[in-house]
């Protein structure tokens, strides 16, 4: 696909930490693109009352109405594709924030160019064909995995642990590890959390 227009797309950002906040909404209106910050997840739900921007960037520290879960009151309610960020994220956080509506998950501490690259990744993602489902084979590396790595991935993409993985497949803990260890080696991720985001990041 072709380099997209940036030209009046807006992004949103909901991000309780202030310098971080600034630093990519300033990379983003370097890129051209039009970005309103919220420091609170109830500002962000009032403005999306009126008008839904191209792109959600949310940390998922910020709580929506009544302390809620912010990316739960949205989720797949609307339409925008949202991008998560969290400190130190463990799977089960990256696997929740996906079925909650997120297409894409960032581990925090990062750069703040890093995120803004993914966020214009997901908006041209986003304008593009999307699939209607998660594809276990549909992205970097996913082609170099064996059979018996699918089942073990799509068990790690639900959320299982190495237990209740081995106990579905039939084959031990320590043998679902090493199929994991295999797994994130070919895909290229850092960690578990990486790794989910990468399988859910290519049902856009």
Do not use: W
């Amino acid at each position: 696909m072709g380099q997209v227009s940036v030209s009046g797309q807006e992004v949103y950002i909901a991000d309780n930490d202030l310098a971080f906040r600034s630093a990519v909404a300033s990379g983003l209106e370097t890129a051209g693109y039009r970005v309103t910050s919220f420091s609170d997840g109830p500002s962000l739900l009032a403005a999306m009352r009126s008008r839904a921007p191209d792109c959600l960037l949310i940390d998922l520290n910020v709580k929506g109405n009544s302390h809620s879960d912010l990316l739960g009151d949205l989720g797949s309610r609307v339409a925008t594709p949202i991008v998560t960020m969290a400190d130190d994220p463990n799977v089960e956080l990256a696997v929740s924030a996906m079925k909650k509506g997120a297409c894409d998950f960032v581990s925090k501490p990062c750069a703040a160019d890093s995120v803004v690259g993914r966020i214009k990744q997901v908006i041209d993602d986003h304008q593009g064909e999307p699939s209607a489902k998660v594809d276990l084979t549909n992205f970097r590396g996913g082609d170099r995995l064996t059979p018996r790595e699918r089942d073990v991935l799509k068990k790690i993409a639900l959320g299982a642990s190495n237990k209740e993985a081995g106990r579905q497949l039939g084959i031990s803990p320590r043998t679902v590890e090493v199929h994991r260890a295999r797994i994130m080696e070919k895909i290229g991720a850092r960690n578990t959390a990486d790794l989910v985001r990468i399988v859910y990041s290519a049902s856009l």
